[in-house]
């Protein structure tokens, strides 16, 4: 498994623990963020780990700011991606579950660096269920490519 990891200058520390906690795990990640404690602006990041994760260069991302949402909503501007971020492993397991999400984030100011293990080790070990969650997805999906949505019409 490959894995893009990406960063803003509040979540370096917890970034690279995750790193680490990960590569032990055999998987490889590819860290597109910041090592530098000058300020980074965080779209850069959220944008550089949702091209790999789209182009299929990666199998998924995680992504780490101060509260995990500027970087989620970055992501979120880049087509084919769910990114979602949450503070408990409960979220991050539903939501590949219901909703194929492809990136998690999280904040570095919000969760400490063993809540954040458990949220990507629950994300990572979850599997989407499709079935009815399929429908919903595409929905999302309508509304990214059309700016529209058939079904609020009706
Ligand atoms: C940086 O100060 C902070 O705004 C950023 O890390 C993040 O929390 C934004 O959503």
């Given at each position: 498994m490959r894995i893009a990891i990406g960063n803003d200058h509040v979540a370096i520390d917890m970034k690279n623990e995750i790193k680490n906690y990960l590569a032990g795990q055999g998987i490889e990640v590819i860290d597109v963020g910041?090592?530098?404690?000058?300020?980074?602006?965080y779209p850069i990041s959220g944008y550089k780990v949702a091209k790999l994760v789209t182009s299929g260069e990666v199998d998924c991302g995680v992504l780490i700011c101060g509260t995990g949402v500027g970087i989620s909503l970055a992501a979120n501007k880049v087509h084919g991606i769910r990114a979602c971020v949450c503070s408990d492993p409960y979220t991050a397991r539903l939501s590949k579950q219901?909703?194929?999400?492809?990136i998690i984030a999280f904040g570095a100011r919000v969760v400490g660096i063993e809540t954040a293990k458990m949220i990507v080790d629950e994300w990572l070990n979850a599997t989407y269920e499709g079935g009815r969650h399929q429908n919903r997805i595409d929905m999302i999906a309508e509304i990214e490519q059309t700016q529209d949505l058939k079904a609020a019409e009706e």
């Amino acid at each position: 498994m490959r894995i893009a990891i990406g960063n803003d200058h509040v979540a370096i520390d917890m970034k690279n623990e995750i790193k680490n906690y990960l590569a032990g795990q055999g998987i490889e990640v590819i860290d597109v963020g910041t090592n530098s404690p000058e300020r980074f602006n965080y779209p850069i990041s959220g944008y550089k780990v949702a091209k790999l994760v789209t182009s299929g260069e990666v199998d998924c991302g995680v992504l780490i700011c101060g509260t995990g949402v500027g970087i989620s909503l970055a992501a979120n501007k880049v087509h084919g991606i769910r990114a979602c971020v949450c503070s408990d492993p409960y979220t991050a397991r539903l939501s590949k579950q219901h909703n194929n999400t492809n990136i998690i984030a999280f904040g570095a100011r919000v969760v400490g660096i063993e809540t954040a293990k458990m949220i990507v080790d629950e994300w990572l070990n979850a599997t989407y269920e499709g079935g009815r969650h399929q429908n919903r997805i595409d929905m999302i999906a309508e509304i990214e490519q059309t700016q529209d949505l058939k079904a609020a019409e009706e």
